[in-house]
């Protein structure tokens, strides 16, 4: 029983301890109460406008008027980026802060929901009771990610939506694409690319100078969509056509105008070098005239151009124009005339444009001699290592033989492509998986350690190395077969079909002496490629040419994507609805030249498809696929065929007499830059101008020049369809203006996404309630959904350190007690009062004597 009280004081420090430790960690204890805790949001962007943001303000003192007293409310502000006003508190000090503070933003051009929701959910983490999101907004996101609910979900948090602006709409989702400029009385093929909308039924309605010309009925899922129409173009000047995009309810949901030039006929020249070429009927159902003629007839003369419009050349072989008709192409193009080449088979890089007068006018590099051009291929040796391949032919070990082979074909490659060795005897092994033919040194010595010896099986090596290729795409695959053809029985003819239907090409090059010619050659002819028969010390001249002609093919084929370059809206137009290609020449575009249209290969990877530059006066462009004979013929009888062609002769022909003055305008954040060229009656660029222009609010504004001939201003467009008229008052080379130098450009601009017109989404107020078991609340008199109730989270801290100081005491009492220390302590001051007594005593008694 001794020991009992010495337990019991080492169970009280521990449970002193424990407690201390607790307090330090701080537990939590989740308790049910009933309460909310409300962030309001408010909405503050331009799209909200003045009575919109005095509304949510009313609607957010609504929200906390409602609350109640153990409530706790927050407070934010958000539009570009959010702002907290007030931090969770009583509904009352949120009410004051909100009716004390102005309602605006650092940034109220934009509108990011997701960053203000974000903030919602660092303020309710740790907040007691019900926890709920109030969203006072026209819900248009127009920055940042899109509003997501899973992170306020998943929290247990709700949204509540209170929508806030004018009837839902989506101004600025509806776009049209036309021609720049058309002849009178053209059919005009246009799209009309409408956004995101609210899935409903909806009609286009197309109009052209004011008159009604197609209608198209729409049921929309509420995805973007791409629709082609045709109008025909009025007789002015201009075309001015006009889409309306209208609900079944006779509301407008979006609306969009562009204005098209109307010129005269010019004659386009197409050259084809394989026979008639079908662009000529393209064009004419496009309204623009063109005459087919063979290369040999172009005109000898400058002057015989003066009523061509442009010149296609089709597939044109460079040797096939006579050297007269090329000088006069380069004084016709140089003076303002344009120049379209269609690659193809006998075209570019294909057709001996390099070094040739030709290729000086073009907007890419056709140079194979300085290797500009790389055609990605994958090469891969099949070196048979059978017991018959370790004889050595003369002095010449045939293993030797193949590393020579190989390293000479590795220096015909490109650093692109890429290069693999497989070795067979009985079976196929990896000597070298694909790499880079920049490892090209690594490849050459793993042959040094080719196992040698044993049967020989050239079907399973081929088979493995189809494998290795992978399924067909556009990179050029081609295998190099080194072996004396003596195998294990296999069909070469039904062999070569397999490697036909990989894409695979098989050139067989026969080693030694005593060879199996038959199956080689058929193996090789029949999937596309060359049969040789070498001596070893041939070998090497062998690989290199096949090598070569492998990376210098410049034909890619295969599906192709068309991709338009980022920066080209003329390239976005073209691709709008064009299928894939088969195949395009490989091309390089020069430093100073413009990329529409990219063929792309890969993810990260593109060539370039159209390209186009200035050349003198005139313009110049390379469409380098065909003209649909065998890589465009997915697109034969495709509104898209006519379309492209029309459009690339457009955008490149000569100016006709009234047109010297001609511009463009390009939106610049929320402006119109006006971008005017100016040319003489002979072509030539028209410097030192004067050059006014007048909007259509009347204001009046100078061009400046940037360049010879090239003139620019920047103006402030008003919302819809804003003209601007430009013309020449004086300077050049004359006092007295040129009178045809006169145009005008236009700038369409809807409804900015951050304006009250815009309208509400509700779609997304609904989704971000719905998907976190919110609801959407009205506006005026706003009343928040019955309480559910909450959990808060309360601390031990303060509990377990008391507990932890009253543990302590006790066990220091009790181990005073069990020690006499009490006692002790009792006796002292028993002692003490006593002397103390006593000394009072003695000093009372002589007082008393006296």
């Known amino acids: 029983m001794a020991r009992s009280p010495v337990r019991f004081l080492a169970l009280l420090r521990t449970c002193a301890v424990a407690a201390a430790v607790l307090a330090l960690v701080d537990p939590h204890l989740r308790v049910v109460v009933q309460s ?87 303020i309710l983490m740790d907040a007691p009771g019900e926890r709920l999101v109030a969203l006072v907004s026209d819900g248009r996101s127009t920055a940042g990610p899109a509003p997501a609910p899973d992170g306020l979900s998943t929290s247990g948090i709700r949204l509540l939506a209170v929508p806030i602006g004018t ?30 909308q609210i899935p409903g039924r909806y009609e286009l309605i197309i109009r052209t100078d004011g008159r009604e010309s197609a209608t198209v009925p729409i049921e929309s899922d509420g995805n973007a969509v791409s629709l082609p129409f045709a109008v025909e173009a009025g007789t002015g000047p201009y ?27 010019g004659l386009a020249l197409v050259a084809a070098g394989y026979g008639t070429s079908p662009i000529p009927d393209a064009l004419a159902a496009q309204g623009i005239p063109a005459r087919n003629m063979a290369p040999g007839s172009l005109p000898p003369t400058a002057q015989e151009y003066a009523s061509v419009s442009c010149v296609i050349l089709d597939d044109v072989p460079a040797s096939s124009i006579p050297v007269g008709s090329l000088s006069a192409l380069d004084a016709y193009v140089s003076g303002g005339g344009g120049l379209l080449i269609v690659g193809g088979s006998s075209s570019l890089g294909r057709g001996g444009y390099y070094d040739s007068p030709l290729e000086r006018l073009l907007p890419v590099d056709t140079d194979l001699r300085k290797r500009l051009l790389f055609t990605r291929a994958r090469l891969l040796f099949i070196i048979d290592a059978s017991g018959s391949m370790s004889e050595t032919v003369g002095n010449t070990a045939k293993q030797l033989a193949a590393m020579r082979a190989v390293a000479a074909a590795l220096g015909e490659l490109n650093p692109q492509d890429e290069v693999g060795i497989l070795s067979f005897d009985s079976v196929p092994r990896w000597v070298h998986r694909f790499a880079p033919a920049t490892d090209g040194e690594m490849a050459v010595a793993s042959l040094s350690s080719m196992y040698q010896g044993g049967g020989t099986d050239i079907e399973g090596a081929v088979l493995e190395a189809l494998r290795a290729f992978g399924p067909p795409g556009p990179t050029k695959r081609h295998a190099i077969l080194l072996s004396d053809g003596f195998s294990a029985r296999y069909d070469p003819a039904a062999l070569a079909q397999r490697l036909n239907a990989a894409s695979v090409s098989l050139s067989a090059i026969a080693v030694g002496e005593d060879v199996n010619e038959d199956e080689l050659r058929a193996l090789a002819e029949g999937s596309g490629g060359s049969y040789y028969r070498a001596e070893l010390d041939a070998l090497p001249l062998v690989t290199s040419a096949e090598a070569a002609s492998l990376s210098r093919d410049l034909i890619i084929e295969g599906r192709v994507d068309i991709q338009p370059e980022a920066d080209s809206d003329f390239g976005t137009r073209l691709a709008s609805g064009a299928p894939p290609i088969q195949g395009y020449v490989l091309v390089r575009a020069r430093s100073l030249a413009t990329v529409h249209l990219n063929a792309r290969l890969g993810e990260n990877e593109a060539d370039p498809l159209l390209i186009e530059w200035r050349y003198g006066a005139g313009k110049v462009a390379v469409f380098a696929s065909d003209s649909g004979n065998r890589w465009l013929a997915p697109w034969s009888g495709r509104p898209v065929y006519n379309r492209i062609w029309a459009s690339m002769v457009r955008r490149i022909e000569k100016p006709t007499a009234d047109s010297g003055l001609r511009a463009r305008t390009f939106a610049e954040d929320g402006r119109a830059r006006i971008v005017a060229e100016a040319l003489t009656s002979d072509g030539s660029l028209a410097s ?68 009250p017109e815009a309208g509400r989404d509700d779609e997304t107020l609904a989704r971000l309630a719905s998907q976190t078991g919110g609801a959407l609340l009205s506006s005026s008199g706003v009343q928040l959904p019955a309480l559910r109730g909450g959990t808060a989270s309360l601390s031990l801290r303060w509990e377990l350190s008391s507990l932890a100081l009253i543990l302590f005491i006790a066990e220091l009492l009790k181990r005073s007690v069990l020690h006499g220390r009490v006692g002790a302590a009792r006796a002292s001051i028993s002692s003490w009062i006593s002397a103390r007594r006593a000394d009072a005593d003695a000093l009372e008694t002589p007082l008393s004597r006296r």
């Open 688 to 755: 030192g101008l004067r050059i006014i222009g007048t909007g259509s609010d009347g204001q009046s504004f100078v061009l400046a020049e940037t360049a010879p001939g090239r003139y620019e201003a920047r103006a402030d467009p008003g919302k819809g369809l804003s003209v601007f008229d430009l013309r020449v008052e004086g300077g050049g080379d004359s006092d007295t203006p040129d009178t045809y130098m006169h145009t005008m450009a236009w700038a369409w601009t809807p409804a900015s996404i951050e304006s």
């Open 239 to 265: 075309s001015r056509i006009d889409a309306i995009l209208r609900a079944t309810d006779g509301r407008e949901a979006d609306s969009a105008s562009a204005l098209v030039k109307l010129g005269g006929a």
């Open 36 to 122: 909310r805790s409300v962030v309001i949001l408010i909405d503050v962007s331009d799209s909200m406008g003045q009575d919109g943001r005095a509304r949510a303000r009313e609607a957010g003192l609504g929200i906390l008027s409602a609350m109640g007293k153990k409530d706790r409310a927050a407070v934010a502000l958000f539009a570009g980026d959010p702002a907290l006003v007030a931090a969770l508190s009583s509904p009352d000090k949120a009410a004051t802060a909100l009716s004390a503070t102005h309602l605006s933003a650092p940034d109220p051009r934009s509108t990011d929901l997701e960053a203000a929701l974000a903030l919602a959910r660092t």
């Open 167 to 196: 009837s839902p709409a989506q101004s600025g989702n509806l776009q049209l694409a036309l021609p720049d400029s058309a002849r009178p009385g053209e059919s005009l093929a246009g799209t009309a690319r409408i956004g995101a």
